[in-house]
């Protein structure tokens, strides 16, 4: 173990809910880490994180602050990534990035490696971490895609506060005290931040996920669509989306329904998940068994059920899939795109 090499690892966004999610990670996983940086905006540097029992001070990036970095794992806002990913892959990091800043450039990998790990080597300094309601969505189904394949994906979703920050779930946890206390509930952050409106999440369902684009969609809906095609490289998948926000803490659930080319029956589709990378099983109707957010929470893995033949469509299935989305939908994936970058001498 004393001889394996080790790199020098910054964090960008360190004090955030999934920032801390990837320091908790790359322990967790013994990452080889030589030196370790935790970065973020002017607000939040001062602050101290604890990594393998020591404490860690955060730093206020700069580009500068990249200078001897080997990996950069990004999960400050795409604001931040636009401005330092530049920065840093100049300086000679290899950047993997958590927000959208850079998904759909075409000079970028975007990735999950259970699906398209092969992607990583095609870097050019940066690797983008796909959308979390995407990422579970196409770990359980590219096995289908790759025996049977896969003409349509119907997703809806059912998806954490946790997505939209710490922030976020405070709020909830406010308005929540203030409903069954007869109190009027305040909203300040749901659906959009920016936005004009706002609306309780409390005992709610928001079918609104980030701003609404022109086509009616929201920018959720359409990065669902846009990164399905290309992390599993295929153009001709009909997709279609409808993302809303309920008041769970952890771990987002969808609802999805798929057309194959090919019509397998349940047992062999299920046989197939439960032998696939990343992909846990749970799927016995008669005693009750099927994936909760509850259950999926700080657990990596994505949680595949009530897998059922539709009624009317031959080659057309439903499923549930869930998965925590601070961990598998962006913590876990990132901090395995860096050990693939490792262990390939992808760097």
């Not at 990837?22 to 939040?44: D, G, H």
């Amino acid at each position: 173990m004393s001889n394996q090499q080790t790199y020098n690892v910054a964090v960008v966004g360190a004090t955030g809910a999934v920032g801390r999610k990837m320091l908790e990670t790359l322990e967790k996983r013994q990452f080889p880490i030589n030196e370790l940086k935790l970065l973020s905006s002017k607000r939040s540097a001062g602050k101290t994180l604890t990594y393998n029992n020591q404490t860690y001070t955060v730093e206020e990036a700069t580009p500068e602050s990249f200078e001897g970095i080997d990996i950069a794992l990004f999960s400050a806002g795409g604001g931040v990534s636009k401005k330092f990913a530049p920065e840093a892959v100049k300086r000679g990091a290899v950047v993997v990035d958590n927000t959208s800043a850079y998904r759909m450039d075409g000079n970028v990998p975007l990735v999950v490696p259970e699906v398209n790990e092969a992607d990583i080597k095609d870097h050019k300094g940066i690797i983008a971490n796909p959308n979390c309601s995407t990422i579970q969505m196409v770990a359980a189904l590219q096995p289908l895609k790759a025996k049977y394949g896969l003409k349509r994906i119907i997703v809806s979703t059912y998806q954490a506060v946790s997505g939209s920050g710490a922030e976020a779930i405070e709020e909830l946890k406010t308005q929540t005290e203030d409903f069954l206390n007869g109190d009027d509930m305040k909203a300040e952050l749901l659906p959009v931040k920016g936005e004009d409106k706002h609306y309780p999440i409390a005992f709610n369902a928001l079918p609104q996920i980030d701003v609404f684009t022109d086509n009616g969609y929201t920018f959720e809906e359409m990065k669902m669509i846009n990164e399905t095609k290309k992390i599993m490289h295929d153009e001709t998948i009909n997709v279609a989306a409808t993302c809303v926000r309920l008041p769970v803490f952890t771990s987002h659930a969808e609802s999805v329904y798929v057309e194959l080319d090919d019509t397998p029956s349940v047992e062999e589709i299920k046989t197939l998940l439960a032998s696939s990378d990343g992909v846990t099983l749970q799927d016995k109707p008669e005693e009750q068994i099927y994936p909760t957010p509850l259950a999926a929470a700080g657990l990596p893995d994505v949680f595949v059920g009530r897998i059922r033949k539709d009624l009317n469509q031959e080659n057309g299935y439903h499923m549930w899939i869930v998965s925590d989305n601070l961990l598998k939908g962006a913590a876990w994936n990132s901090v395995q795109i860096a050990e693939s970058l490792v262990k390939n001498h992808w760097l």
